[in-house]
């Protein structure tokens, strides 16, 4: 029986991405398959969408880096007919199809089984955004850093990432200090739990290499100048975790941070990231996360409007966290 994907090919003209009929004997190797329900749309889905971007690494190819559906068929010794599963990373949309489509075939050792109190909406609600989030908190935390070492700053706050983000922080009790270029989000932001409201213009523009110290920790999916600008400011012994690069893959930044200040700057990656912090991210947001404020930062779409979503989000005109109903 066929089913419904978007799906991107390799053509003479570059890249031709669109829905597809598929049928499931052109599914990827894996050993548990699942009939998906939902998805998300992420920065780096906006990427893929456009047709013009090289984040996917082999055609044709499935679109869609998240995935939350209901196990059909396993093979795999953790999983069977009917268990509820999530999936992010592990290449998916970029070596392995995604879950832009009505079934995925994947391999169980990367699969999650749904968090006790998280439906598949809202797992997918968290998504890579989400969780990306999470490891990133954790990361602050393992560094050894409390709220009361100081302000925890969140650059691109509006965005998936960063709505998570000042949602957890606040809720540990962090002052939070949100930095977005949409003024208008002041109200939505400080309704998660953020406590100051700056502009990311000023992260944005080349500064100094050492700022003054005005907090001890930070959360930044931009990089670029921006990361530079947040390594300056955090106070000694404060560290920045760093999941994005929205703002540019360059760090425009001096030793001074580090070697002046004993700045860290934590690198934090979702997709290969090991299964022991992986499930305990999971845990930790089923636990931690306010699900009216995860409501409030979340849309749901259909899947035919995806596409549009895709080009939103690479105009910064998506708050929050999209969720795409698939099957």
């Not at 009929?21 to 548990?32: K, P, Q, Y």
């Not at 592990?90 to 995925?104: M, P």
């Not at 760093?242 to 700057?265: E, H, K, T, Y």
């Not at 912090?277 to 699900?291: G, H, I, M, Q, V």
Request: net charge neutral.
């Amino acid at each position: 029986m066929s089913f419904k994907a978007v799906r991107a090919d390799k053509t003479d003209a570059g890249q031709d991405v669109r829905f597809v009929a598929m049928e499931e004997s052109e599914l990827m190797d894996g050993d548990v398959t699942v009939r998906v329900s939902h998805s998300t749309v992420n920065y780096k889905d906006g990427l893929a969408l456009s047709g013009k971007s090289a984040v996917i690494r082999r055609f044709p190819m499935v679109l869609g880096i998240d995935l939350a559906g209901v196990v059909e068929t396993s093979s795999h010794p953790g999983f069977a007919p009917g268990d509820e599963v999530l999936l992010d990373g592990f290449g998916l949309s970029e070596t392995h199809f995604g879950g832009y489509a009505e079934r995925a075939r994947v391999k169980g050792d990367w699969l999650v089984k749904l968090p006790a109190g998280l439906s598949r909406a809202e797992s997918m609600a968290i998504g890579t955004a989400g969780y990306t989030a999470m490891l990133c908190v954790m990361a602050l935390e393992r560094h050894g850093l409390t709220p009361a070492a100081g302000p925890a700053l969140v650059t691109g706050a509006a965005g998936g990432v960063g709505s998570t983000a000042v949602s957890l922080l606040a809720g540990k009790g962090w002052k939070v200090i949100a930095s977005t270029g949409r003024a208008a989000e002041a109200g939505y932001l400080k309704s998660l739990g953020a406590a100051e409201i700056i502009d990311r213009a000023t992260l944005s523009a080349p500064g100094k290499p050492l700022g003054k110290e005005l907090w001890a920790a930070a959360v930044d999916s931009v990089g670029s100048t921006t990361l530079a600008n947040a390594l300056a400011q955090t106070r000694y012994g404060g560290a920045v975790a760093a999941c994005g690069l929205a703002g540019g893959m360059d760090l425009p930044a001096s030793v001074a941070p580090f070697i002046l200040r004993n700045v860290a700057l934590l690198g934090v990656d979702s997709v290969q990231c090991p299964m022991p912090t992986r499930l305990e991210a999971w845990r930790r947001l089923a636990a931690d996360l306010d699900r009216g404020k995860l409501a409030a930062i979340t849309q749901t779409i259909p899947f035919d409007d995806v596409f549009e979503a895709g080009r939103k989000i690479l105009k910064g005109e998506i708050r929050g966290r999209v969720v795409v109903t698939i099957g």
